[in-house]
């Protein structure tokens, strides 16, 4: 029988079909690092966030059995009813340790923080400065929370301070909005020029920061700490789903600010809290990011490699300073079937269309891990430009 939702997911479906942006999952098997398997292929991976292969690390997958065996599988609960568990508090405590703040809290994922975070802290009669590529979850946040938005152009400090000069007076409360590093471009804001516009506009700062955690900076603390300005931003954003190979996201801030959150973060509120195994694997991984800065040393210098190789090729990667590395193709059917190309070939870089990125600038996206081989990198260098060329 056909449903009515069946026949709009039909009609829905025919015209994403149509505009060649029709996406379907694959289903990837074995442990999650360097390799994996694709049906029957052996796939080498280079679309992970996995960037300091932490998620299957022996260290962070013992504290993750430990943590099922002697806790539990579920904290069964929201933290403000029956969840708020002691390794929730311990993880909280080590991650303001880390950061130098005063408190942290935790989130489902980065999205269900932006989700809460931005209405808890703005709302009608109140404005938010947002930088044009900001990511999904900051714009969907920004709606939801009812403030003016005003959109300046992609890491444009002028363009914001032209903005906070004429729009700020006419605001209760500002917030700006932008991401440390930029998911599909590979660059990082330049947050020690907004962090001082802020300043002098009276406005607060929200940095989600999901790709610096863990990568960037002397100790693993993002691109404020690579800018310089970590102690200046009001809200720093990041996952605990990436480089430190569990799931989940936090926020560092004041312990006013967590005490607002805490009670306001609709999201934080009426969501189970994070499960034990989680919250013990990605305070293990922390304490290797501590211990081991060799991994973002060696990811900083692969991502760099590959960006070398490329552009000897005279293939550009720009604006790219990160372990992301876009690959500007243009086209949605040229991207997906070079995708598929380095596929068959035994290699997997996402190739990425509108919505996720503006129309004519398709591409495929790299993303490089610590552990990659210098071998492995030049081999996905000379497929992508056998591919391209």
């Given amino acids: 029988m056909d449903r009515i939702s069946d026949n709009i997911a039909r009609e829905a479906l025919a015209s994403i079909e149509a505009a060649g942006t029709r996406r379907?999952?694959?289903?990837?098997?074995?442990?999650?690092?360097?390799?994996?398997r694709l049906g029957s292929r052996d796939v080498l991976m280079f679309s992970s966030g996995n960037y300091l292969d932490l998620a299957h690390h022996p260290e962070v997958v013992e504290a993750t059995a430990?943590?099922?065996?002697?806790?539990?599988?579920?904290?069964a609960g929201s933290r403000l009813i029956n969840g708020n568990l002691g390794c929730h508090e311990a993880l909280e405590n080590e991650l303001a340790a880390f950061?130098?703040?005063?408190?942290?809290?935790?989130?489902?994922?980065?999205?269900?923080?932006?989700?809460?975070?931005?209405?808890?802290?703005?709302?009608?009669?109140?404005?938010?400065?947002?930088?044009s590529l900001a990511h999904a979850s900051l714009i969907d946040g920004a709606r939801l929370s009812r403030a003016t938005v005003e959109v300046f152009a992609h890491s444009s400090t002028t363009a914001l301070s032209t903005a906070l000069s004429r729009v700020r007076p006419r605001f209760r409360r500002a917030l700006i909005v932008v991401d440390g590093v930029y998911s599909m471009d590979g660059d990082v804001a330049p947050l020690d020029e907004i962090a001082a516009d802020a300043?002098?506009?009276?406005?607060?700062?929200?940095?989600?920061?999901?790709?610096?955690?863990?990568?960037?900076?002397?100790?693993?603390?993002?691109s404020a700490e690579l800018r310089g300005c970590l102690g200046e931003i009001d809200l720093l954003a990041g996952t605990l789903g990436k480089a430190l190979g569990s799931f989940g996201a936090f926020v560092v801030c004041s312990a006013k600010v967590r005490d607002l959150l805490v009670?306001?973060?609709?999201?934080?509120?009426?969501?189970?809290?994070?499960?034990?195994?989680?919250?013990?694997?990605?305070?293990?991984?922390?304490?290797?990011?501590?211990?081991?800065?060799?991994?973002?040393?060696?990811?900083?210098?692969?991502?760099?490699?590959l960006r070398d190789r490329l552009q000897v090729a005279g293939i550009s990667t720009s604006p790219s300073t990160t372990h992301i590395v876009p690959v500007q193709i243009g086209d949605n059917v040229q991207t997906m079937s070079a995708c598929a190309s380095l596929l068959a070939a035994g290699f997997h870089a996402q190739g990425i269309?509108?919505?996720?990125?503006?129309?004519?600038?398709?591409?495929?996206?790299?993303?490089?891990?610590?552990?990659?081989t210098h071998d492995e990198i030049d081999a996905l260098a000379s497929a992508v430009i056998s591919i391209l060329s």
């Fill in 24 to 36: 379907a999952l694959h289903t990837w098997n074995g442990a999650v690092g360097r390799r994996m």
């Fill in 263 to 305: 009670n306001t973060a609709r999201s934080f509120v009426f969501s189970c809290a994070l499960a034990p195994p989680q919250v013990e694997a990605a305070r293990a991984a922390l304490r290797v990011v501590a211990r081991e800065p060799w991994r973002r040393t060696a990811l900083q210098s692969n991502a760099t490699r």
């Fill in 66 to 75: 430990r943590a099922a065996r002697d806790l539990g599988c579920a904290a």
């Fill in 199 to 222: 300043r002098q506009h009276d406005a607060m700062l929200l940095v989600d920061d999901p790709h610096g955690t863990g990568t960037l900076g002397v100790q693993g603390r993002g």
């Fill in 99 to 131: 950061y130098g703040t005063e408190a942290a809290l935790v989130f489902g994922t980065g999205y269900m923080l932006n989700l809460g975070v931005i209405p808890a802290l703005v709302g009608e009669g109140d404005v938010i400065f947002s930088d």
């Fill in 353 to 372: 269309r509108y919505p996720s990125v503006p129309r004519g600038t398709e591409r495929l996206r790299i993303t490089l891990m610590a552990t990659h």
